[in-house]
C-alpha cells in the first residue's frame, strides 16, 4: 500500500462487523457493532451493504472519506455466492466510486496473516477452518462446514463439549467445575436445553461458554483438560488435513482467531502441532490487513477468489 493510499476495510462477519478507514499502515479511525448471517442468504448483499455503511458512518467524524482509494471487504458467506459477492463488489464500487474488493473471512485471514504468500493459516473462532492457498494460487482447505457438520475444535465446540459435561455431571458421570462455571448462566443443569434454545444465536452463546472450560482446565479440572486435549487433536488434524505435506516439505501454519487468543490453548495447540512436525509461525497481519492488501494490490496468489468491481484498478 503507497503511503498516500486511503483504503476503508471491513471485516462483516457473523457476530461483528468492523470497519477502519486506513493510510498506509496508519490507522485513522475503527467502529464496528454487530454481525449478520452472511452475504449468501436472501438479500444478502444488500444487507452486508447496509451495514457497513452503518458501521461506516459511525466512524470518528473528521476523517478524510472523500480520498478513499479503495474498499476491501471481508465478508461472511462469500465462498457459498460468488454472485452474490461480485454484486457486492459493484454496490461498494458504485457506493465510493473507487476500486472494491470483496473476499471471504478465511481468504483474507490467510492472506493478512502470510501477507499474500502461499501456506496454511488455522483460524479457529466460533468456527475453526483451515485455509492453504498453494505456489499457483489453489484452494486447499478443511473443515470450517459450520456448527452441524463441522467445525471442529472451535470455540463453539469448546463450549458445547463443556455445557455436555454439566449435564452429563447432573446425570451421574464425572464431576467437574464445569457445573458451578454454568451456575453462571442458568440455575440448575436442567435449565441448560431451554437457556440455549431461547438464544437467538445459540452457536455464538456456546462458544461464549469455551473460555470457561479453557480457564477450568488450566485450572486442573480433568474433565475440562479432556476436553481441551481433543480440540487441540482435531484441530492438528485438520491443519493435516489442509496442508497436504506442502509438497514434501514440513508443513507451517499461521494461527488466528478469538480461541488461540488464550495463552493456555495457544501453548496446547502449538505442542499438539510440533508433535506432528508442522511448524508454527508468528501471523503478520490479521483479516482486515488481508482485505487492505486485496483493496491495494492485484495479481495475488489468491485473486480467483477475490470479487472485483471498478474501473479504476491500476494495470
Known sequence: MEATEVVLVADVGKSRCRVELRSGTELL????????????????????????????????????????????AAVAGVEA????????ATMLSQRFS???????????????????????????GTGA??????????????DGWGPYLGDRGSGR????????????AHDGGPAT????????????????P??????????????????????????GDAVAHDIVSEACRILTHTVKLASGGDNGSSPRVALLGGVVGSDFFASLLRKSLASAGIEVVAPLGDGLDGAALAATRRGLIQERYIHRDGTNWPD
Open 81 to 88: 455466492s460468488a454472485e452474490k459477492s461480485q454484486e457486492l
Open 129 to 142: 477452518v483451515a485455509f492453504r492457498f498453494d505456489e499457483a494460487g489453489n484452494l486447499h482447505r478443511a
Open 194 to 219: 431451554g437457556w440455549l434454545a431461547a438464544n437467538e444465536n445459540p452457536y455464538r452463546a456456546m462458544a461464549r461458554f469455551a473460555p470457561l472450560v479453557l480457564h477450568a482446565a488450566e485450572a
Open 98 to 124: 473507487v476500486p472494491a474488493a470483496v473476499l471471504s473471512d478465511a481468504t483474507a485471514a490467510q492472506l493478512g496473516a502470510l501477507q499474500g504468500a502461499p501456506g496454511t493459516a488455522l483460524i479457529v
Open 157 to 168: 465446540w469448546i463450549g458445547q463439549q463443556g455445557l455436555q459435561a454439566v449435564l452429563e
Open 29 to 72: 479511525g475503527a467502529a464496528d457493532q454487530h454481525g449478520f448471517p452472511g452475504v449468501h442468504v436472501d438479500n444478502g448483499p444488500t444487507l452486508a451493504f447496509e451495514l457497513l455503511l452503518e458501521t461506516v458512518s459511525l466512524l470518528p467524524p473528521g476523517l478524510p472519506m472523500s480520498g478513499i482509494t479503495g474498499v476491501g
Open 177 to 192: 467445575s464445569l457445573s458451578a462455571a454454568a451456575g453462571a448462566l442458568v440455575e440448575s443443569p436442567e435449565m441448560l
